[in-house]
């Protein structure tokens, strides 16, 4: 599978731009401000119908306009489908060949990934940037997923409203019998986050690629808040000695501090803390390498090689690294890589399709 080609419409400084792509392997370079990130986030956008940078997708309609529009060939062997999606200040609408199809649905049509200077929150952030890196790539995988986290976030904050209450007012101003309610529901629904987290991260260090940029071992292990044991069958009597436990601790603050909602994903290299022991360099390769295996399971699960978009691809990256991860266009799906170095794409011109970008519009370079 691979976009074939691009057409946008008024999305962020794109005015109106196309591009024909190279299965493999494709460069957006210039400078500063040019559009190159638009780009890479507009691809993005036509695969998910979101923006990898805000919550608020309205705020790529190009500035005094009120639609955009982005479309795009996706080619699967010898068949093709013309993908658009239409985005309003308060809409947004998928198109398969021309015929209006349901989000959930559109979803599947053109996996993609990306790799954003912001990501490195997911190694240098706390840990709700790692849970919502893990659930992330848990949805790409099993989108009914996503009913479980709504559900568990609805229960918690039910049982954090108690305690809110508890905490302010006193125990006596509460129902115990509905906090055991939600809690019962919370441990139900816990319980389900936990296992396929922690099948999801077996599942990432299966794919993991060991020594892809660093000698260095990089290890990565899920810690549960409730119990060291990855058993599901006793999370449910962990989970509530842990709350026992926690009580009074959980009454006098006013939120739950027990659930899969304190968990964490520890990432180590050569056996420190990355976070406070990688250089720049080690952080963002081992961002990538963990990005490759979100790959690598999606592409085990459906036979299909999702598109990934790597921006910025020379920051903090040394000119080995990037030449490492241009080389595992081979293995993998479509790529897409931003640049603000002029010389850095030309090492790939005879393999890939290099496109300067000025004020949002793209030219293909040729030799
Ligand atoms: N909604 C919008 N409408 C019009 N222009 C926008 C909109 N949002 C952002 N821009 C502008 O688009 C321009 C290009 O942004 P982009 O992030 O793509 O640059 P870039 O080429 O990636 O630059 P850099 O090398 O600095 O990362 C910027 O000047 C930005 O202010
Ligand atoms: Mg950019």
Request: hydrophobic share 40%.
């Amino acid at each position: 599978m691979h976009l074939q080609s691009l057409a946008i419409t008024d999305f962020r400084n794109i005015a109106s731009g196309q591009c024909s792509l190279h299965s493999r392997l494709n460069f957006f370079y210039g400078s500063n401000a040019a559009g190159k990130t638009n780009w890479l986030e507009a691809i993005y956008f036509l695969g998910t119908t979101r923006s990898f940078r805000t919550a608020h997708p309205a705020e790529a309609i190009a500035y005094d306009h009120t639609q955009a529009v982005v479309r795009g060939t996706l080619a699967r062997g010898e068949s093709r489908r013309e993908l658009a999606v239409n985005l309003g200040v308060r809409s947004r609408t998928a198109y398969v060949n021309a015929k209006r199809e349901p989000n959930r649905d559109y979803l599947a049509n053109m996996p993609v990934f990306a790799c954003t200077m912001a990501d490195l929150s997911v190694i240098r952030g706390g840990p709700e940037f790692r849970r919502k890196y893990l659930d992330e790539g848990l949805l790409s995988v099993d989108p009914g997923y996503g009913d479980t986290l709504v559900d568990y976030d609805r229960t918690l904050r039910q049982k954090n409203r108690l305690l809110r209450k508890a905490s302010r007012k006193g125990i006596g101003a509460i129902d115990m019998k509905e906090l055991e309610v939600w809690e019962d529901r919370l441990i139900d629904l816990a319980r389900g986050v936990h296992l396929k987290r922690n099948l999801y991260v077996g599942e990432l260090q299966r794919h993991f690629q060991q020594g892809l940029f660093d000698q260095e071992v990089i290890d990565f292990q899920y810690v549960s808040s409730v119990t060291a044991d990855s058993r599901s069958d006793m999370y449910p009597a962990r989970f509530r000695e842990r709350i026992r436990a926690r009580r009074e601790a959980e009454f006098a603050l006013g939120y739950a501090v027990v659930g899969p909602h304190r968990d964490e994903l520890n990432l180590k290299l050569g056996g420190r803390d990355l976070k406070r022991f990688g250089s720049s360099g080690q952080e963002r390769s081992a961002l990538l390498v963990l990005d490759l295996a979100r790959l690598a399971v999606y592409n085990a699960r459906f036979d299909e090689k999702p598109l990934f978009l790597v921006d910025d691809v020379d920051a903090e990256l040394d000119g080995r690294r990037i030449e490492t991860l241009v080389a595992q266009a081979h293995g993998h799906g479509q790529l897409f890589f931003s640049t603000s170095k002029f010389d850095l794409p030309l090492a790939y011109s005879s393999d890939a399709a290099l496109f300067l970008i000025e004020n949002g519009s793209p030219t293909l370079h040729s030799l």
